[in-house]
């Protein structure tokens, strides 16, 4: 009889066991589950909320460059002026640089940026006509270039002399940058070989209203 007792006692202690494991197991796995879906919620409200910020401070500050030039001037038109204070040289700009261009004053290569822009602006001249003197236009000099969107004051950081078929001349900068060039030698008789070129970085705007 006694017997009889233990083993039910055992059975029912080995069944409240093995219910407490299923009931403990069921449970820690709600949990984890409910956990696990409440941090991935909120990782996601958190970046919703991150774009939502991002959104909204990007609306409060507005484009992030103003726009200088509403209208992009066409071939051939003049764009403005430049002015080399050490040569006291004042030269009008055309978009463009082709012969008929160069012919009339300094040309600004159509697919670089305008003068003021952030990038890199490349004008290029005639050694004979408006650039005879550029050899004299060294390091720390200034440019001013005079355009419908204000004026705009470079300092010559570099002085280069390149083949004429370099291509390093017109690729992109990081700055606002004007980059001026010429033949080379000044005094080469025929096609001269290479390039004389000025690198000047923006150190002053005078944007119009």
């Excluded at 609306?59 to 001037?73: A, D, V």
Aim: aromatic residues 12%; hydrophobic residues 40%; glycine residues 8%.
């Amino acid at each position: 009889m006694k017997k009889n007792k233990r083993i039910i006692f055992l059975t029912i202690s080995i069944f409240f066991i093995f219910f407490g494991l299923w009931f403990s197991s069921t449970n820690a796995y709600k949990f984890a589950k409910g956990y696990l879906l409440f941090k991935v919620g909120q990782e996601e409200r958190q970046m919703t909320f991150t774009k939502l910020e991002t959104k909204a401070v990007a609306t409060k500050k507005g484009p992030s460059k103003t726009e200088l030039y509403i209208n992009r001037p066409k071939v051939g038109e003049n764009i403005g002026n430049l002015y080399i204070p050490k040569l006291k040289a004042d030269l009008p700009i055309f978009h463009g640089t082709n012969e008929d261009e160069l012919e009339k004053g300094v040309g600004h290569f159509a697919d670089s940026v305008l003068p003021g822009e952030q990038d890199n602006s490349v004008l290029s001249g005639h050694r004979d006509t408006v650039f005879r003197k550029l050899g004299e236009v060294k390091k720390g000099d200034l440019l001013v270039v005079t355009t419908v969107a204000g004026e705009f004051t470079y300092k010559v950081k570099q002085v280069r002399i390149v083949d004429k078929d370099d291509r390093t001349v017109i690729v992109p900068k990081p700055r606002p940058t004007l980059t001026v060039s010429t033949c080379y030698p000044f005094n080469f008789v025929g096609a001269a070989p290479e390039r004389y070129v000025l690198v000047a970085f923006l150190v002053e705007s005078n944007i119009n209203s």
